[in-house]
């Protein structure tokens, strides 16, 4: 195996120049620095990341925490989060809660004494009581994809998740509908709210009976909860999950019953993951841009870790918009 001394001796330089072009660090001149890089090509060069940890102070490693990668939300903000750190020549430790607060609260605790240069917390199902054991973690912490009310003292990147409730239940008005229901996730308050206000500027009340939650985040979770929309209100004309894979339960169940979508039933959905124009009939969905989010907040980390920016309390609300497909559609006649 290669050292750094093989490379500057290759090279015709010192241990300290090639330490400062594989470092970014120092000036070096350019005629240089290539020969390095071709020294370091041609010999296979590895830097021993744990000697350079020792010497520079950092791990060049960010840790993600997300809830899972099922259902193809959370593995798109890992993959873009991973293709920008590794732009900028840092690694991903990643977590996963699978929706168990003893299970966040491990992970935290186990990440704030890890050698990981910051971390980047994406959701908040079970973790905002259990945010207090990053009390003296040192490191820099950041928050993605945040529906409740922020804790202070952390930068938040996240969408206006009460908008893409309101996108959904405007759209829905727009089309006749007034006999709704909700299937949701009991974390997704912002955006029932955000539904329930958007029907309430036409006088329409969505009252608590007509929220069906999901006994779990799945397609089998949806199929329950649109089964029981469809038995509290046989008359039902629209559903609203604020979540896809939600969604994509709820147009089983609607044609399990016999109901022709959207003829019948019109469904929309929320996130625009990759399921939801495959789905038969596509699914009208609130999109939101989800690479956007995990860029920005892991770039605001990186500018945190080189001293460009503060990190501190800070709120970067996102846009939804609405993709309109063949799953929602004019209220049916009166029968």
């Known amino acids: 195996m290669a050292t750094m001394q093989d490379v500057a001796d290759r090279a015709g330089v010192t241990k300290q120049t090639v330490s400062n072009v594989m470092g970014n660090r120092g000036r070096v001149g350019r005629e240089t620095a290539a020969r390095v890089r071709a020294a370091v090509k041609e010999l296979g060069y590895t830097p021993n990341l744990v000697a350079r940890s020792l010497a520079t102070g950092t791990t060049k490693t960010l840790g993600m925490l997300v809830p899972t990668l099922s259902g193809g939300f959370y593995s798109v903000l890992v993959e873009e989060v991973e293709d920008v750190l590794n732009r900028h020549g840092y690694h991903l430790l990643l977590c996963t809660t699978h ?13 704030s004494s890890r050698n990981v240069d910051a971390l980047l917390i994406a959701g908040d199902q079970d ?5 207090p054991v990053l009390a003296e973690a040192p490191f820099p ?14 930068p938040v990147v996240t969408i206006d998740y009460e908008r893409a409730g309101c996108l959904a239940g405007r759209h829905l008005r727009e089309l006749g509908h007034e006999r709704v229901a909700v299937i949701a996730s009991p974390a997704h308050g912002a955006r029932i709210e955000g539904f329930r206000r958007a029907l309430a500027a036409d006088g329409i009340v969505l009252a608590d009976d007509d929220v069906h939650f999901a006994p779990e985040p799945t397609s089998t979770g949806g199929f329950l909860a649109a089964q029981a929309a469809f038995t509290a209100d046989p008359e039902v004309t629209a559903l609203f999950a604020t979540h896809d894979i939600l969604a994509l339960g709820a147009i089983d169940a609607a044609k399990e019953s016999g109901r022709a979508i959207p003829g019948d039933v019109s469904i929309v959905g929320h996130d625009d993951n990759d399921e939801a124009s495959l789905a038969r009939p596509a699914l009208t969905t609130v999109a939101i ?3 956007e989010m995990a860029r920005l907040a892991a770039e605001q980390l990186l500018r945190i870790l080189a001293g460009a920016e503060e990190g501190t309390n800070s709120l970067h609300l996102l846009r939804p918009s609405l993709t309109v497909r063949a799953s929602s559609g004019p209220v049916r006649a009166a029968r």
């Open 127 to 131: 973790l905002p009581t259990q945010l």
């Open 141 to 154: 912490v950041a928050l993605c994809a945040w529906e409740t009310e922020a804790p202070d003292g952390y």
């Open 289 to 291: 841009p989800k690479r």
């Open 99 to 111: 929706l168990d607060g003893e299970r966040a609260r491990r992970h935290l605790a186990g990440l």
